[in-house]
């Protein structure tokens, strides 16, 4: 029999006349459950005291003084696990959600993995990449999960056939890309109530939970990442948390899985996916080595490696200095970009440089195990499907001229100028529709030339110095009006410096022969 001992005198000891104030308004109950009403049903959850006598502790005491009511189950993924009891679910912004939630003692708790399996109906801890940092936020499992065994505390199971009935509604909900509910206000827990197992009539006779064979499971290696929205599969390491943040800002992470913290950071493996539109591969390369090069010259960044793997998948390794509370220290990153059908897909690993050796051979594994849904194998598999320059054609004679250069940060201020003034207007994006169908007639074709040729890489360079300069002066346009009006005034300046200019100095010749 489960028994919930609080031992008041400790109470007032160890944690202050504060908390023994509150431990003297807790019911004593012989044998505890917890009721969780809900707007689909309720679910009973039973505890596993002699496994996870903390964590048991710590779920009754929130659900006693009422911190789970109003919360909602704010993750949802069906075939996997319903996630609630984060108090920022209640009133705080969704972006928030799943980053909240404090112990009741104590502010996290140690873990107390044990040897239950994390099977159907199963209640376990949620908590970070930090092994000891559980709070009030738990999970309960949908359908099996074994590959979260010994990684997460189980200390609870659900025990009647309404439980598993709003378990199986909750799951089936429908949910946006961040397995956030869309109809949030149906996952609300209303109340969560501490009974006595004897005040349940219909309590399901449950064998015991099924365990691994001993205390520490044999390591399931990697586990596997599966989004068919996003048409991609790849591993990570196994136990390390997954998530996929809000796409609110270009460039940002689509997936990320962060690893257990170690002298104070995480690990942390992210892909980010990018549209490539007509850009070859060469020019993508380019552009992001041209993104690296103030920070090269400002020492904030130092490249170690640069190679090309395969003709469609490139990889960088660097080190980057950064300095916090007067402390210096140095993280290092390997990259991998890739790309196939049209997209962009970079995978970055960064870790403390003492430490980066410790996950690297993991981060390899989540590369070679990349594949796109609608193809036939992994992308670095033998055979595995590539695209070479000759499909993608020459690129940009832009980027290319500027590659290495010092024009390299004026190119970088052009990109940000189309980025975050021209594409967020109307004008602004039909120019740049028309301007890229233009562009790229002629474009790759002196791209190619220039690489053949360094002469005439250099003559180009010179070329352009004049119209990157002046087309700077678009960085001051905001609103449609201003777009229109400096646009018109730079292609009248470069129309004047490239057509005007040289037309009077060759009728000036003419006249004079």
């Not at 609870?156 to 909750?170: A, H, P, Q, W």
């Not at 399901?204 to 991609?232: A, M």
């Not at 990570?236 to 809000?246: K, M």
């Not at 290319?400 to 990109?415: F, K």
Request: with cysteine; net charge negative.
């Amino acid at each position: 029999m489960n028994k919930l001992i609080l031992l008041f005198v400790f109470s007032l000891i160890s944690l202050g006349f504060g908390n023994y104030v509150y431990a003297q308004q807790m019911t004593y109950v012989e044998d505890p459950l917890v009721v969780l009403e809900t707007n689909l049903g309720t679910i009973v959850i039973d505890f596993f005291m002699d496994d996870a006598p903390k964590h048991v502790e710590n779920f009754i005491l929130l659900s006693q003084f009422g911190d789970y009511d109003g919360t909602l189950f704010h993750r949802i993924i069906p075939g996997f696990m319903i996630q609630g009891g984060d108090p920022n679910s209640i009133s705080g912004l969704s972006t928030t959600w799943g980053q909240g939630g404090q112990a009741k003692l104590t502010d996290t708790l140690d873990s107390e993995f044990n040897t239950i399996k994390h099977n159907r109906g199963i209640v376990s801890m949620a908590r970070s990449a930090d092994p000891n940092s559980a709070g009030s936020q738990f999970f309960i499992v949908h359908q099996n999960s074994n590959f979260l065994d010994g990684e997460y505390t189980v200390f609870g199971r659900i025990v009647t056939n309404e439980s598993f009935e709003t378990l199986d509604k909750i799951a089936e909900l429908e949910t946006t890309t961040n397995d956030k509910p869309v109809m949030s206000f149906s996952t609300m827990i209303i109340k969560a109530t501490v009974v006595e197992r004897s005040s349940i009539s219909n309590i399901l006779d449950l064998s015991p939970p099924e365990r691994t064979e001993s205390d520490i499971p044999e390591s399931l290696g990697n586990q596997i990442f599966e989004n068919k929205s996003l048409n991609i599969r790849f591993s990570v390491p196994e136990g390390w948390l997954l998530q996929q943040p809000d796409k609110s800002i270009p460039n940002s992470p689509d997936v990320v899985a962060v690893g257990p913290k170690i002298d104070g950071i995480n690990p942390v493996i992210s892909l980010t996916i990018s549209d490539a539109g007509k850009r070859s591969f060469d020019e993508i390369i380019t552009e992001k080595n041209n993104s690296l090069q103030e920070a090269v010259y400002l020492n904030k960044l130092v490249i170690n490696s640069q190679e090309e793997i395969k003709a469609n998948v490139y990889q960088t390794n660097a080190i980057g200095n950064f300095e916090t509370n007067d402390v210096s220290f140095q993280i290092e990153f390997m990259e991998v970009t890739i790309l196939s059908e049209g997209k962009t897909y970079t995978f970055a690993y960064s870790n403390f440089v003492e430490n980066f050796d410790n996950h690297l051979s993991q981060f390899y594994d989540t590369i070679d195990s990349f594949q796109l849904l609608s193809q036939e194998s992994p992308i670095m598999a033998e055979g595995g499907p590539e695209e070479t320059q000759e499909q993608e054609g020459g690129g940009c004679l832009i980027a290319t001229a500027a590659y290495g250069s010092e024009m390299a940060p004026q190119v970088q201020l052009l990109r940000e100028i189309r980025d975050n003034q021209l594409m967020n207007t109307e004008s602004g994006k039909s120019f740049m529709t028309g301007f890229n169908e233009v562009y790229y007639s002629f474009s790759p074709i002196i791209a190619d030339m220039q690489r053949e040729n360094p002469l005439f890489k250099e003559a180009v360079k010179l070329g352009l110095t004049p119209m990157l300069s002046s087309l700077a002066i678009m960085e001051n346009a905001d609103s449609e009006s201003e777009v229109l009006g400096l646009g018109l005034s730079v292609i009248a300046l470069n129309l004047g410096m490239y057509i005007g200019i040289p037309a009077i100095v060759v009728i000036g010749i003419r006249k004079r022969n």
